[in-house]
């Protein structure tokens, strides 16, 4: 029993990072009746960068070399803590703001007028979505177990709904940013990495495909974990199924939101990510309570 469960867990380790950018890819696009991409298209793509050369540009430095390496590790690092468990789930946060400064001083230092402006807005994402992680993470790492109850269905759905907005916060989604519209002026992740090329790109780009499968796979990981039903009814191999399918489902789901929402004004993200913040701290002490 316990080597099948270290052989989901590893082959949950290998195969989502590689597929979940694939799957929104595709569910996007067949739901607004087009074809798109295979679902590997990612790995290609990376496969494709990594072999290739970079081209640093004239105010390239240390950064240039230290930041994508940085960022990949941090990714493999944070997406090994939410499949094996092997350390707490609270060190996630740390090791995506690790990966943001890393981004941000690459983009800073290539002196690139829309790097500043992707920069701008990822410090606003950022601080906007980093306390509602945290704050979740610790709520649900309290001990605290929900009963399968409709109460607690009730209580657990919407506290999961809260972790979904700054989860799509920090991962640049609709409705805080579209990765669609390919406009300088709009984009956030893609405007800091303008200036990156080759094996750099590659790397960041790994990075951001780690970074969305641990997100995914922390959702679904505290939907699980802190329930009395799953406890007390399913075998850890199978509970790691579970997350494994329940993952592929969260990224189906925001294959589907991308295709019927779109990104609004930036003034309007303080407003929802704080009435977000306080929603999570009095969903969380209710259910503490």
């Known amino acids: 029993m316990e080597q099948l469960n ?100 690459f983009a800073m230092e290539t002196g690139s007028s829309f790097g500043g402006l992707g920069t701008s807005r990822e410090m606003l994402l950022s601080i906007s979505s980093e306390p509602i992680l945290l704050l979740s993470i610790l709520v649900s790492q309290s001990q605290l177990q929900l009963s399968f109850s409709w109460v607690g269905i009730i209580l657990g759905s919407l506290f999961l709904g809260a972790l979904m907005v700054a989860v799509l916060a920090e991962l640049a989604r609709p409705p805080f940013d579209d990765p669609r519209t390919h406009l300088e002026l709009t984009m956030v992740h893609e405007a800091m990495l303008l200036e990156a090329s080759g094996k750099t790109m590659g790397l960041f780009e790994l990075g951001y495909q780690l970074k969305i499968a641990t997100l995914f796979a922390l959702v679904v990981r505290i939907g699980l974990e802190h329930s009395k039903f799953v406890d007390r009814t399913i075998s850890k191999p199978v509970e790691n199924i579970v997350a494994f399918l329940g993952a592929i489902v969260l990224a189906i789901f925001v294959g589907y939101w991308e295709s019927v929402s779109v990104r609004r004004k930036w003034t309007w993200i303080p407003e929802v990510m704080g009435i977000t913040l306080l929603f999570i701290l009095v969903l969380g002490s209710l259910v503490k309570l």
């Not at 989502?16 to 679902?39: D, E, L, T, W």
């Not at 930041?67 to 499949?83: D, E, H, R, T």
């Open 6 to 105: 270290y052989i989901i867990l590893f082959l949950f380790f290998i195969i989502f990072p590689i597929i979940a950018g694939g799957i929104i890819r595709k569910v996007r696009a067949r739901a607004q009746g087009r074809k798109g991409p295979p679902i590997l298209q990612n790995f290609y793509d990376l496969t494709r960068l990594l072999k290739k050369k970079p081209i640093d540009g004239t105010h390239s430095g240390l950064f240039a070399e230290v930041s994508p390496m940085l960022v990949c590790v941090s990714g493999i690092i944070m997406w090994s803590i939410a499949v094996f468990e092997w350390m707490p789930f609270l060190l996630i946060p740390f090791f995506l703001v690790l990966q943001r400064v890393t981004t941000i001083a």
